[in-house]
């Protein structure tokens, strides 16, 4: 059973009780349906990184400059979702972002509000690749994967490709959508890392009338399951699952196997049977208000010559998630 006031706030969004949330400014939307996308670099890709934990602030650093020295990296722009930073933290970041970009510009963008939404805000005068990645800032990835993550997507540009994957799945017996994880398939990866086309921010910003307002009004709601909701969007479009790579090697700061200070999560995540919970209720409802499930299964991973290790943080150290 969902705690009290978790209860609340699902009964709250499926009756109406809560704002639903608006598409981007008309004009942002207008923008975004004009640009020339024949236009747009498909040599490169445009980094979207979200930030909202000031303690995270030197992490999320270093992964912006990392992501910046890529040679496929067009900008990092680090979507800043935390409206009560204070205007001095951001200017400081601000400029020590600029200072420390170097092959690619970084930018710090503060969102127009704390809605998890505006991760796929379009953003036609920042984005002028064909492709972005979306991405937290507690995951580190190494270079060759990032490039190899891209090549995959370069020859699937209507796919969504990322590196972490879950799955949607339905309870017979409750007769109910679930989130899980299967060994064998799935039909959803995470925003983690994920690369996509530019042109889905459109289509979840600014496309699907009254039906999509309701299901990013589901995402105000439990500020969660932004992520499905956009693998809905993919799918629906694409009519085809998303992929799955591999990495050499992927530090994953939220992973369960880490400990220590850069392990603890005090995030969404961290109540994992509420969490799961609450994202196959967001399945469940994003089928009923866009009235489809277009949520299709992929199978296998598709992976570089070389294995890949997941790294963890453990005693003090930084080694192989599978290590004893």
Known sequence: MAS???????????FGLVSISKSADPQECAAARNQNQQALRRDKVTVLMNGFSESRIPLLHSLAVAYSLSPIVSSVLV?????????????????????????????LLSQ??????????PRP?????????????????????LEFAFRVWEKNPNRLVGLFARSHDLDLNRREWIYTVHPDRFSIVLTKFMFLRARYLYLYTCVGGARMERARGIVDAVRNC????????????AQVGP????????????????????????????RKGEHRKRRGWCIGEFHRVLGRMPLRYSYGKIVDDVGEQGLCYKGGKIVFCDHS
């Not at 127009?112 to 805000?121: M, V």
């Not at 005068?125 to 972005?132: L, P, Q």
Request: aromatic share 4%.
């Open 112 to 121: 127009p509000s704390a809605s998890l939404n505006n991760r796929f805000l």
């Open 79 to 107: 979507l800043w979702g935390n409206p009560s930073t204070p205007p001095r933290v951001l200017r400081q970041l601000a400029r020590n972002l600029s200072i420390s970009s170097s092959s690619a510009p970084i930018s």
């Open 243 to 270: 992929l799955l790579v591999g990495a050499k090697r992927v530090m994953d700061y939220g992973d369960a196997r880490n400990d220590g200070e850069e392990g603890v999560r005090v995030g969404l995540s961290s």
């Open 125 to 145: 005068s920042h984005i002028s690749t064909d492709s972005v990645l979306i991405c937290d800032d507690d995951v580190e990835v190494d270079s060759k994967s």
């Open 226 to 237: 932004e992520d499905l909701l956009m693998n809905f969007v993919m799918a629906e479009e």
């Open 4 to 14: 009290p006031a978790a209860t609340v706030i699902l009964l709250a969004a499926l």
